[in-house]
T-cell receptor, first 114, second 112 residues
Framework: QKEVEQDPGPLSVPEGAIVSLNCTYS??????FMWYRQYSRKGPELLMY????GNKEDGRFTAQVDKSSKYISLFIRDSQPSDSATYLC??????????????FGTGTRLQVTL | DSGVTQTPKHLITATGQRVTLRCSPR?????VYWYQQSLDQGLQFLIQ???????AKGNILERFSAQQFPDLHSELNLSSLELGDSALYFC???????????FGPGTRLTVT
């Protein structure tokens, strides 16, 4: 079983819809949670960074972490065609800058249609 | 633009050969990370350097090695290349306060 599970999709939604992306994990040592967006053949772009449980909002994006359920979510409001990409969740047990690594989900491919 | 640069963008080489991938971190970032992304394995952590010293190691093959130089740029060396080494190789960097890792555009390696 993988440490981080993520539905690969593809997920197709109409423009303006609310998108919900999710990951589950098994390692209870994970404390730092990130969401990256990756366009085809490009490097991952950091969208959200959260520590421990709780919510964080940034514009149209909201990240939620439920450590008791080992479940994290990313919500995208008013989705746009430009949001079409692969979304990767990532987790770490340590703060970056010391000995650390990110463990990634396999990514969910999102398609926002006109 | 994340501020992390990687060269070359594309590399095509033959089995058994050796290549070097180069990464320059964001200005001021002391940590450099290397990741491999393949279709079947997703993004896999290879190795981390912090201010010239190795800090963390993932499932990096013995045929692969890396180093970080005094000017903080890093190189990933891949030797005795096999077809299965074909992948996207990403470099990321992070600074202080600790937290986010920022990724470069990647190097696409094709082994024929």
């Amino acid at each position: 079983q993988k440490e981080v599970e993520q539905d690969p999709g593809p997920l197709s939604v109409p423009e303006g819809a609310i998108v919900s992306l999710n990951c589950t994990y098994s390692n209870s040592a994970f404390q730092y949670f990130m969401w990256y967006r990756q366009y085809s053949r490009k490097g991952p772009e950091l969208l959200m960074y959260t520590y421990s449980s709780g919510n964080k909002e940034d514009g149209r994006f909201t990240a939620q972490v439920d450590k008791s359920s080992k479940y994290i979510s990313l919500f995208i409001r008013d989705s746009q065609p430009s949001d079409s990409a692969t979304y990767l969740c990532a987790m770490s047990a340590h703060p970056t800058g010391t000995a650390s690594k990110l463990t990634f989900g396999t990514g969910t491919r999102l398609q926002v249609t006109l | 633009d994340s501020g992390v640069t990687q060269t070359p963008k594309h590399l095509i080489t033959a089995t058994g050969q050796r290549v070097t991938l180069r990464c320059s971190p964001r200005s001021g970032d002391l940590s450099v990370y290397w990741y491999q992304q393949s279709l079947d394995q997703g993004l896999q952590f290879l190795i981390q350097y912090y201010n010239g010293e190795e800090r963390a190691k993932g499932n990096i093959l013995e045929r692969f090695s890396a180093q970080q130089f005094p000017d903080l740029h890093s190189e990933l060396n891949l030797s005795s290349l096999e077809l299965g080494d074909s992948a996207l190789y990403f470099c990321a960097s992070s600074g202080t306060p600790p937290g986010e890792q920022y990724f470069g555009p990647g190097t696409r390696l094709t082994v024929t």
